[in-house]
């Protein structure tokens, strides 16, 4: 290793094979984004939000595999997925930066073309500086509070804003305006909603008066991008959608109703996480299986020894609970997941060795484990347990 590599601990090549691994569908993410695209209105850009490591799936994978579905705007939530996307993307594709970006990286998005959330009246005079002194257009978007009260300028900021994006144009384009809806996925957030709406157009009509547009307007999430027309706008930041997860049952029922069916599935799972079986052992009846006494057999049992554990992302909530599939068929976990391993029940499911593949979540022959079966027994979120999966996991572009 060199002296460099130290210093900043650089993965080094691997020769050696991971507890785990992960694959990413091609298909699955072409159907999600044909559908996306079909429900978005002419002229609504799709941005693809890759934010949290691509919620779980992997930034590197992920950008080469919407750049081949020709999604050419990804949102992230901090330049420093920014500067990973960056590394990954086509030349086509622009990167917009909705959160966090550190006063000493301004430079580096300027210079880079990076599009970025300006939320703070105070930001906007520091980002001139950087532009003029680069000779390089900043492009921002201008993030305005509607209801959320978290980033978003309010009112009377916004005004000065916008006379300051005037006298400075020609070094700061007034690329987007923008604010974020905090809880479109759900019917009983409705009123609130509606309201963030309103205020939002409150801001659009400031921008009429002063004669002072911003080149595109966005609002939408997934939530919204899949039932709300009226938030489109000129761009849609979608997130969960992408990797094929409604975003709420309240959103997968509005869609039934807009196209009269009982059921449907117009969106696939991308991601499937596989590992293998690293021992079995046949278990007495009545002793107790891994740490404690949390499981006792209460038959002689078989019993699978899986080297995945909480360090890896699987839920510690999947204690005694949950299943995976071997040689197709569901085995039960016994016992707490470990940091490193856990165990499963064989007992009805013959002739399994060391070797044998395990799908911790995804489809083997006729069963499948889905991310909502993980996150009806631990209270975890989607969006939670796929955002926590280590990036050391391995991941696999398939067809
Ligand atoms: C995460 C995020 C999105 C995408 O949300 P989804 O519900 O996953 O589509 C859009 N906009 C902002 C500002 C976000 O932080």
Same mark, same amino acid.
């Given at each position: 290793?060199?002296?460099?590599?130290?210093?900043?601990?650089?993965?080094?090549?691997?020769?050696?094979?991971?507890?785990?691994?992960?694959?990413?569908?091609?298909? %699955?993410?072409?159907?999600?984004?044909?559908?996306?695209?079909?429900?978005?209105?002419?002229?609504?850009?799709?941005?693809?939000?890759?934010?949290?490591?691509?919620?779980?799936?992997?930034?590197?994978?992920?950008?080469?595999?919407?750049?081949?579905?020709?999604?050419?705007?990804?949102?992230?939530?901090?330049?420093?997925?920014?500067?990973?996307?960056?590394?990954?993307?086509?030349?086509?594709? &622009?990167?917009?930066?909705?959160?966090?970006?550190? &006063?000493? &990286?301004?430079?580096?998005?300027?210079?880079?073309?990076?599009?970025?959330?300006?939320?703070? $009246?105070?930001?906007?005079?520091?980002?001139?500086?950087?532009?003029?002194?680069?000779?390089?257009?900043?492009?921002?978007?201008?993030?305005?509070?509607? #209801? /959320?009260?978290?980033? #978003?300028?309010?009112?009377?900021?916004?005004?000065?804003?916008?006379?300051?994006?005037?006298?400075?144009?020609?070094?700061?384009?007034?690329?987007?305006?923008? /604010?974020?809806?905090?809880?479109?996925?759900?019917?009983?957030?409705?009123?609130?909603?509606?309201?963030?709406?309103?205020?939002?157009?409150?801001?659009?009509?400031?921008?009429?008066?002063?004669? $002072?547009?911003?080149?595109?307007?966005?609002?939408?999430?997934?939530?919204?991008?899949?039932?709300?027309?009226?938030?489109?706008?000129?761009?849609?930041?979608?997130?969960?959608?992408?990797?094929?997860?409604?975003?709420?049952?309240?959103?997968?029922?509005?869609?039934?109703?807009?196209?009269?069916?009982?059921?449907?599935?117009?969106?696939?799972?991308?991601?499937?996480?596989?590992?293998?079986?690293?021992?079995?052992?046949?278990?007495?009846?009545?002793?107790?299986?891994?740490?404690? /006494?949390?499981?006792?057999?209460?038959?002689?049992?078989?019993? %699978?020894?899986?080297?995945?554990? $909480?360090?890896?992302? $699987?839920?510690? #909530?999947?204690?005694?609970?949950?299943?995976?599939?071997?040689? #197709?068929?569901?085995?039960?976990?016994?016992?707490?997941?470990?940091?490193?391993?856990?165990?499963?029940?064989?007992?009805?499911?013959?002739?399994?060795? %060391?070797? &044998?593949?395990?799908?911790?979540?995804?489809?083997?022959?006729?069963?499948?484990?889905?991310?909502?079966?993980?996150?009806?027994?631990?209270?975890?979120?989607?969006?939670?347990?796929?955002?926590?999966?280590?990036?050391?996991?391995?991941?696999?572009?398939?067809?």
């Amino acid at each position: 290793m060199t002296k460099r590599q130290v210093a900043h601990f650089e993965p080094f090549t691997r020769n050696v094979k991971h507890t785990s691994r992960i694959e990413l569908s091609q298909s %699955a993410l072409k159907k999600n984004i044909n559908f996306i695209r079909k429900k978005l209105s002419d002229g609504t850009r799709l941005s693809c939000v890759v934010k949290a490591n691509a919620y779980g799936h992997g930034i590197p994978q992920m950008v080469t595999m919407l750049d081949k579905v020709g999604v050419d705007h990804i949102s992230v939530a901090s330049a420093f997925e920014a500067e990973e996307v960056l590394e990954f993307k086509s030349d086509r594709m &622009d990167i917009m930066i909705m959160g966090i970006l550190y &006063d000493q &990286d301004i430079e580096w998005a300027i210079a880079h073309n990076i599009e970025f959330y300006v939320f703070n $009246y105070d930001r906007l005079q520091l980002v001139l500086e950087k532009a003029k002194k680069l000779k390089r257009q900043a492009k921002v978007h201008i993030e305005v509070e509607t #209801g /959320t009260n978290r980033t #978003g300028m309010t009112e009377e900021f916004f005004k000065k804003a916008l006379t300051f994006l005037k006298r400075n144009k020609a070094h700061i384009v007034f690329k987007g305006l923008c /604010t974020h809806l905090g809880g479109a996925e759900s019917l009983s957030n409705t009123f609130r909603t509606e309201q963030q709406k309103e205020r939002y157009k409150g801001y659009l009509a400031e921008c009429k008066k002063r004669r $002072y547009m911003p080149e595109i307007k966005h609002i939408a999430c997934s939530a919204s991008a899949l039932v709300m027309p009226e938030t489109h706008y000129d761009m849609a930041r979608v997130g969960v959608a992408t990797y094929g997860f409604w975003p709420s049952p309240d959103v997968y029922y509005q869609h039934l109703q807009q196209v009269n069916k009982m059921r449907d599935a117009p969106m696939s799972r991308i991601i499937s996480w596989k590992t293998d079986v690293m021992d079995t052992k046949h278990v007495p009846k009545g002793d107790f299986i891994g740490y404690g /006494t949390a499981y006792q057999a209460t038959h002689d049992m078989d019993v %699978a020894v899986i080297p995945v554990g $909480y360090c890896n992302g $699987y839920p510690r #909530g999947q204690s005694n609970r949950g299943y995976v599939l071997i040689k #197709g068929r569901k085995a039960r976990i016994t016992g707490l997941i470990n940091m490193n391993l856990f165990m499963v029940d064989i007992s009805d499911i013959p002739n399994v060795k %060391a070797g &044998d593949e395990v799908v911790l979540l995804g489809k083997q022959k006729n069963n499948t484990i889905k991310v909502s079966s993980f996150t009806n027994y631990t209270q975890l979120l989607n969006n939670e347990m796929l955002s926590r999966m280590p990036t050391a996991i391995p991941r696999k572009i398939v067809r």
